[in-house]
């Protein structure tokens, strides 16, 4: 393994050897580099990589202003960087009953009783409900959702769709019990089965 890894490096050009007996200036130089977290430039370089790698190591030195530290855990708390600390909770309330409600109550009227439980019938009422209250939380400066929008729509449900169940709904409809017992039993007789056939081999 350490052998392909040598070999590698050796292809690639970023294995240069050092003389013993360096210079000061050399010295200078390496030491100089390696405060900047910086490489010497191979000799036998072929490619662009060494100014490729320049130029990003250059760029993320510029950038050190940006860089997120361990230290510096601000970033998680999003209470600081989310704009809804300003929410007018009692305007959201009161527009989102007085307003997106009573349209969509009008609507829900217009489609008449009989047909509340038929979704084909409701839902662009009740799409044009949701755009309403979000539009709304935005320009009262609070988030969508919210509890309070939450609330509004589960007064929503309790009024109009508390009465409907899909009783066309095969799901729903448990299995007969001799069934469930008969597949129970089937399925458990194959455990001694196998357990007999594993220890057999």
């Known amino acids: 393994m350490i052998l392909y890894l040598l070999l590698s490096a050796f292809v690639l050009g970023t294995v240069t050897s ?38 990003v190591e250059d760029k993320l030195q510029s950038n050190q202003g940006s860089v997120i530290t361990e230290d510096e855990e601000s970033f998680q708390d ?3 960087k989310i704009t809804g600390e300003n929410c007018n909770r009692t305007l959201l309330q009161l527009f989102s009953s ?8 009008q609507n829900m009227w217009d489609i008449g009783r009989d047909n509340w439980c038929v979704q084909e019938r409701f839902i662009s009422a009740y ?14 400066g609070c988030f969508f959702p919210n ?24 799901m729903t409809e448990d299995a007969p019990q001799k069934v469930v017992i008969g597949l129970t039993l089937l399925s458990v007789s194959f455990i001694p089965i196998m357990v007999y056939l594993v220890a057999r081999s």
Do not use: W
């Open 98 to 105: 007085s307003y997106c409600g009573e349209i969509f109550h």
């Open 18 to 55: 050092q003389s013993a007996n360096s210079t000061a200036e050399k010295l200078d130089e390496v030491g100089r580099n390696q405060t900047f977290n910086s490489t010497l430039k191979p000799k036998n370089v072929t490619s662009t990589f060494y100014e490729e790698k320049k130029a």
């Open 127 to 140: 799409s044009d409900l949701t755009h309403c209250v979000e539009y709304l939380a935005k320009m009262v």
């Open 147 to 170: 509890p309070d929008i939450q609330d509004f729509f589960i007064d929503i449900h309790l009024k109009f769709f508390q009465n409907c169940t899909n009783e066309n709904d095969p």
């Open 78 to 80: 999003e209470e600081n």
